[in-house]
């Protein structure tokens, strides 16, 4: 079974299009989060929730909200795509508040708007 | 804030080197300390970690030890291989209220026979 998992592993739109991805986790952790990595691989978080509660809103543009109508589900819109939106998108999971808190990955979500 | 800084790559080595990547944190607290690996075409996956100072954590024969004095969280795996060549995220993770999972820029390794 996978930890984590998001779909689609690729999307590719056009500019000005409204696309959504959706991540589940089945570890049971408390928090989800989305993060971005570029063509040069470094990795930013966008959002984090805890609880189907937003936590880290990191300066992410309002053209991308996430929606968590769970604790199991964290799902990214996008409204509006732009060319700089192209990146691999990644959901995550951990278990909050404990001492030894990893996160667990999903395979990431290549997105290419043209 | 906190945040972790990693040595640039991309590193090349020669199968059966002796491979270290360099990674320094800023932290207000007692950060626990990651190292992640992302394969080609992969997400990333945990490799190894430590909570507190003076641990070491070690996988796949890679090892790297907390060390406070220094906030350093350096990798180091005796003897690489081909299947090593991979793209390493040193990380941390604050302990607050919630969890916040800080990456490094990531160093790329390519191994060659």
């Known amino acids: 079974d996978t930890a984590v998992s998001q779909t689609p592993k690729y999307l590719v739109t056009q500019m000005g299009n409204d696309k959504s991805i959706k991540c589940e986790q089945n570890?049971?952790?408390?928090?989800m989060y989305w993060y971005k990595q570029d063509s040069k691989k470094f990795l930013k978080i966008m959002f984090s929730y805890n609880n189907k509660e937003l936590i880290i809103n990191e300066t992410v543009p309002n053209r991308f909200s996430p929606k968590s109508p769970d604790k199991a589900h964290l799902n990214l819109h996008i409204n509006s795509l732009e060319l700089g939106d192209s990146a691999v998108y990644f959901c995550?999971?951990?278990?909050?508040?404990?001492?030894?808190?990893?996160?667990?990955f999903g395979q990431g979500t290549r997105l290419t708007v043209v | 804030g906190n945040s972790v800084t990693q040595m640039e790559g991309p590193v090349t080595l020669s199968e059966e080197a002796f491979l270290t990547i360099n990674c320094t944190y800023t932290a207000t607290g007692y950060p626990s300390l990651f190292w992640y690996v992302q394969y080609p075409g992969e997400g990333l996956q945990l490799l190894l970690k430590?909570?507190?100072?003076?641990d070491k954590g070690s996988n796949k024969g890679f090892e790297a030890t907390y060390r406070k004095e220094t906030t350093s969280f350096h990798l180091e795996k005796g003897s690489v291989q081909v299947s090593d060549s991979a793209v390493y995220f040193c990380a941390l993770s604050e302990r607050t209220s919630y969890d916040k999972v800080i990456f490094g820029p990531g160093t790329s390794l390519s191994v060659i026979p």
């Open positions: 995550a999971s951990s278990q909050a508040l404990v001492l030894n808190t990893e996160a667990f």
């Open positions: 430590a909570t507190k100072a003076d």
């Open positions: 570890l049971g952790h408390d928090t």
